[in-house]
């Protein structure tokens, strides 16, 4: 059977220690390195702060991870999945793009999801205006 | 995540601990500034990462942010320190180019 994990939250931010260790500490079995840790680790940081901050806008939501370990004959593939039912993203390309941010005056670094593109193997952004938005990221560990 | 300061003569010392996130960023972000106010007069200001152990880009927003409190000041800022993986974050997001390591 492969190993899988579900895991809802409250969107605040003191929840973003607890988000990042539990999909870390999920990848365990797959003898990830002390580096893919930190990839994952931070993959996870920066999905779960913009559902605080961007879909929700710091108000009330519920955040929605989901892993999925794909075992290879050495290592694996960490699939994981993070779901917000927030405000959507209007224009995903353009926030995708280095250093954009809607926030201008909020001192956002607008390095998002670069970092979670750079620190993944495989990595997508789903958003619907109004209904939400779902990054999809694999990251292959031990391999 | 603790922040604490010294200061040697006009040099500013950061000391960052913990973990570096949005959470993070939101309580020490005053204290940083009040610091960097009541000592305009520094040479330059250091921040000092051997203990953060966990850096996104909210850590990343949170340095340049303090980079430009200091740039009105015509006061130069560096980072020292920085873990292998806060290394990685801040070498991608081209931080270094404002904030150069020493």
Redesign the interface.
Known sequence: MQNYMKLELAAL??N??FA?SAVAAFALPLSPSF?DL??I??AV??AV?NC??HAYKGGEGRIVIECRIEKAPRGGILHIVITDYGCGIEDVEEAMTPFFTTLEND???G??F??MQ?FSTFFKVESELGKGTRVIMQKAVGM | MQLTFRVDGRQLTFYLSG?L???AA?SV?RLADDTIDEHSYADFVLFDLSNVG?????G???L??RYKKCKRYSIPAYIKNPN??AD??LS??GVYTLIPKI
């Open positions: 931010s003191e973003e220690s990042r580096s930190s990839d680790k931070t940081s920066e702060t605080i901050v001192e956002r670094s390095m998002g670069t970092v750079t | 973990e996130d949005e959470h939101s972000r966990f850096m996104d880009s909210t990343i927003g949170f340049i942010g292998p993986s990685k974050i991608i997001s």
